[in-house]
């Protein structure tokens, strides 16, 4: 870590108006558990270029190891209200989903994934539809509620059999 933290600090010496560097530099230190720090940086990408929302998750995520769930989300939603594609706006309802994991609200993380699947359906994103519903059957399945996993799965494996994917 400490090397690649050096490797970080100079990309950012390197290009200090572009905001990857930091974005990155931020995302080793999520990963070293510096998480006041990764926050600090992910928001200097954001104040560098604000459409750079990927950040956003970022934050999101070192909250949610922070166990500041409720910060988490705000986040999230951020990102969620900024993007710009569908797919982007999904990866953020992923990530709300994982916040409710996190925070044992299992409920609220299968709700999320049914806003999650909509969305799918309305793009006719088969792949995404399917992930919903084995995402909800693996939360189901983790937390000790197998018989209604299997009902997710399910769902997944109808809607494999019956959808058109090319080779």
Do not use: C
Request: charged share 25%.
């Amino acid at each position: 870590y400490k090397e690649a933290e050096k490797a970080f600090q100079a990309y950012i010496k390197l290009g200090p108006n572009y905001p990857n560097g930091y974005d990155s530099y931020a995302e080793l230190l999520l990963r070293m558990g510096k998480y006041d720090e990764s926050i600090s940086q992910y928001k200097k990408a954001l104040e560098l270029d604000p459409t750079f929302s990927f950040s956003l998750t970022g934050i999101g995520n070192n909250y949610i190891f922070m166990g500041d769930y409720e910060n988490a989300r705000k986040y999230y939603q951020d990102f969620f209200d900024n993007a710009t594609l569908h797919g982007t706006k999904r990866t953020a309802l992923y990530w709300k989903a994982v916040s409710f994991v996190y925070e044992d609200k299992i409920d609220e993380a299968i709700k999320t994934f049914d806003e999650y699947r909509t969305m799918a359906e309305a793009e006719n994103q088969a792949s995404d539809v399917i992930m919903s519903y084995a995402n909800q059957g693996f939360i189901l399945a983790e937390t000790g509620n197998p018989a209604e996993a299997i009902k997710y799965y399910d769902k997944a494996i109808d809607l494999i059999k019956n959808s058109k994917f090319s080779e």
